[in-house]
Nanobody, 123 residues
Framework: QVQLVESGGGLVQAGGSLRLSCAAS????????MGWFRQAPGEEREFVAA???????AYADSVKGRFTISRDNAKNTVYLQMNSLNTEDTAVYYC?????????????????WGQGTQVTVSS
């Protein structure tokens, strides 16, 4: 069982930056692929970014070049650095953990989910 707790969300002006953190419980964190997903009001939850146990990453086209995912296995934590935020980035952001190290962009492959953190970007 893995428990995930997100933090770092908040209100930011367009063009600003935020860094989200996701702290995971358990001793096997390093074996999981970790992902960030988001859900805007009235929309489906969508993939944002993921990082495999070996460190390779994947990004949604909408965030490439602006967001960076990283992980610190010693701290059981995954991060999402978000720069050049715009109003379309407003959403609840969820952290997730997956035993599937191949397919990391599909939410159905993830085994554990956090409760989410709100990110609001004002114009």
């Amino acid at each position: 069982q893995v428990q995930l707790v997100e933090s770092g969300g908040g209100l930011v002006q367009a063009g600003g930056s935020l860094r989200l953190s996701c702290a995971a419980s358990g001793r096997t964190f390093s074996r999981y692929a970790m992902g960030w997903f988001r859900q805007a009001p009235g929309e489906e939850r969508e993939f944002v970014a993921a990082i495999r146990s070996g460190g390779s990453t994947a990004y949604a086209d909408s965030v490439k070049g602006r967001f960076t995912i990283s992980r610190d296995n010693a701290k059981n934590t995954v991060y999402l650095q978000m720069n050049s935020l715009n109003t379309e980035d407003t959403a609840v952001y969820y952290c997730a953990a997956s035993k599937n190290l191949v397919v990391v962009t599909i939410q159905g492959t993830y085994d554990y989910w956090g409760q989410g953190t709100q990110v609001t970007v004002s114009s």
